[in-house]
């Protein structure tokens, strides 16, 4: 069973950007998808974005389309989150995970990293 360590969040204005990384203590298989979840206190775990491993393809929640870019480095076994345009509602635990096959709820992942604090200032 793998490990999963986030990065990368932090106090930011309104309006910055900034990235979050998702390293994995061993392989991601070409099967695999790794996605992003958020929570905000006193609300639901939701989707933010997730890869599929193999392919490359993107999918997102339409909240941050056009704003959030994931991405995938393979021969470090890592993810990012590429964010832009950073709203306050944003702020959030932002938490990657890996699952089997691709999906929006969190009970179809498995495997969960600790999370890194986003924090976006009005």
């Known amino acids: 069973q793998m490990t999963l360590a986030e990065s990368g969040g932090r106090l930011v204005q309104a309006g910055d950007s900034l990235n979050l990384s998702c390293a994995a203590s061993?392989?991601?298989?070409?099967?695999?998808?790794m996605a992003w979840f958020r929570q905000a206190p006193g609300k639901e775990r939701e989707f933010v974005a997730a890869i599929r491993w193999g392919t490359g393809a993107q999918y997102y929640a339409d909240s941050v389309k056009g704003r959030f870019t994931i991405s995938r480095d393979k021969a470090e076994n890592t993810v990012t989150l590429q964010m832009k345009s950073l709203k306050p509602e944003d702020a959030a635990l932002y938490s990657c995970?890996?699952?089997?096959?691709?999906?929006?709820?969190?009970?179809?992942?498995?495997?969960w990293g600790q999370g890194t604090q986003v924090t976006v200032s009005s």
């Open positions: 995970a890996r699952g089997n096959s691709y999906d929006t709820t969190p009970s179809s992942y498995y495997i």
């Open positions: 061993g392989r991601i298989f070409n099967s695999h998808v």
